[in-house]
Every structure is written in structure tokens, then in C-alpha cells.
């Protein structure tokens, strides 16, 4: 074989390895996320079981499961984490601590952020009037209505300051720049049981 061809030959065995390499870490982060969900929802079942008791995904964790969030008109059901730090949105959304209780959003600004690319994603087809509903660890579930949708700068925090429950992500979705300044930011009230009954059914079922 010439040097040229013999070349040629080498380069395409390189390329070969590297896309084999490319594939096999695609496969292993894919593998990694789909552990890490099943993990996050035995624990969220055993946190139901054990409301006391604050139950980390995984032994080094450094956070636990606080409640679960259902949009039935999405197929969406996400396990929220406590905290809203980078590594624990990588894994789920999470609560901002520095908000209000989750079982007290009546009284309280109670906040859960999310990726804009992963957990959150659907938000953007989220409509004013949408019902959800949330569980917390004592088992009870609370519903929402959504009561407004708009775009915020991250430093705007006026919004905090009226009771509710408020899912956040960064805006706009689908954009390449990673270091947007721009919130979209989902409002929701709580519904009575009262109004709810006069509101068509929710099924929390999928």
C-alpha cells in the first residue's frame, strides 16, 4: 500500500474510533439521565411513605425529594428537588429555598426553577387557564390554575412579593446562548376544592 492510500486508511480508522467514542458517550449520559429518574422517583415513592423523613436520590446526594408536579395536558410528571442550585437542575426541578413553603404557595411566593432545555421545556407550551397539581410529602395534593405567563428579567423579583406558585426558566427556548438574562416565568393560583368542582375534571393519570 502507498503512503497515500496507507494514510488515507489510517484517517478513516480515526474517524471511525472517534465517532464509535462519540456514540458510546452519548449512550452512557443517555444511560445516566434515565438512572438518575428512576432513582429520583423511588425516592420521592419512599419520601411519601416516610413523610418525615428527608430522602436523598442517591447516598451522596446533597439534596432530597420535596414534592411532585403533574401536567396532565403535557404527560408531564416531575419530581422537584430541594434547592435550585446548577447541579441539582441538572437532575430535576428544583425548589428555591428562599421562597415559601411548598404546602403555603395561598400565603407565600413559592418558586421552582427548571432547565429550559430539558425538565422545563414544555413550559413553553404552557396556556393562561391550564390546571396542574402538586404533591407534597405529607401525600396531599394541591391544585393550580395558571394565572399568568410572562417574560422577566432575572433580576426581577416584584413578582415574589404576591402569593402563588411560580414555575421559572430561561428565555427564549431553543436559543444558543447559554447566558441569557431573561425569565419565563409561569404564574399559578391555587384552586379550592370548591372551584374546583365547578371545573371539569383533572386526572392526574397517565
Known amino acids: 500500500m502507498d503512503p ?12 471511525l474510533a472517534l465517532g464509535l467514542a462519540l456514540m458510546a458517550s452519548g449512550g452512557y449520559v ?24 428527608q ?10 425529594v420535596v ?14 428537588l430541594s434547592g435550585a442550585s446548577g ?11 428562599a421562597s415559601g413553603a411548598l404546602n403555603n404557595s395561598r400565603e407565600q411566593s413559592v ?20 390546571r396542574f397539581a402538586m404533591q407534597t410529602q405529607d401525600g396531599l395534593w394541591r391544585h393550580f390554575q395558571v394565572s399568568d405567563i410572562q417574560v422577566v428579567d432575572q ?15 430561561c428565555y427564549p427556548f431553543n436559543a444558543l446562548a447559554t447566558d441569557t438574562r431573561w425569565r419565563w416565568l409561569v404564574a399559578a393560583k391555587p384552586v379550592s376544592e370548591y372551584n374546583l ?7 392526574l393519570s397517565f
Not at 497515500?4 to 474517524?15: I, P, Q, T
Not at 414534592?67 to 422537584?80: D, E, G, I, R
Not at 447541579?87 to 429555598?97: Q, T
Not at 427548571?114 to 413550559?123: E, P, R, S, V, Y
Request: hydrophobic letters at 45%; glycine letters at 8%; proline letters at 4%.
Open 4 to 15: 497515500l492510500s496507507s494514510g488515507r486508511a489510517l484517517f478513516c480508522y480515526a474517524l
Open 87 to 97: 447541579r441539582n437542575l441538572a437532575f430535576g426541578p428544583g425548589h428555591l429555598l
Open 155 to 169: 433580576d426581577d423579583s416584584g413578582f415574589m412579593t404576591r402569593p402563588g406558585l411560580y414555575l421559572s426558566t
Open 55 to 64: 430522602v436523598r436520590p442517591w447516598f451522596y446526594a446533597d439534596t432530597h
Open 111 to 130: 418558586l421552582i426553577a427548571g432547565h429550559n432545555d430539558t425538565h422545563f421545556a414544555f413550559l413553553q407550551h404552557v396556556q393562561v387557564g391550564e
Open 197 to 203: 368542582a365547578l371545573l371539569t375534571g383533572l386526572s
Open 30 to 53: 443517555q444511560a445516566k439521565a434515565r438512572l438518575a429518574n428512576h432513582l429520583i422517583e423511588d425516592a420521592w415513592q419512599q419520601a411519601l411513605a416516610e413523610p418525615q423523613r
Open 67 to 80: 414534592a411532585q408536579l403533574k401536567f396532565p395536558a403535557h404527560q408531564q410528571k416531575l419530581t422537584v
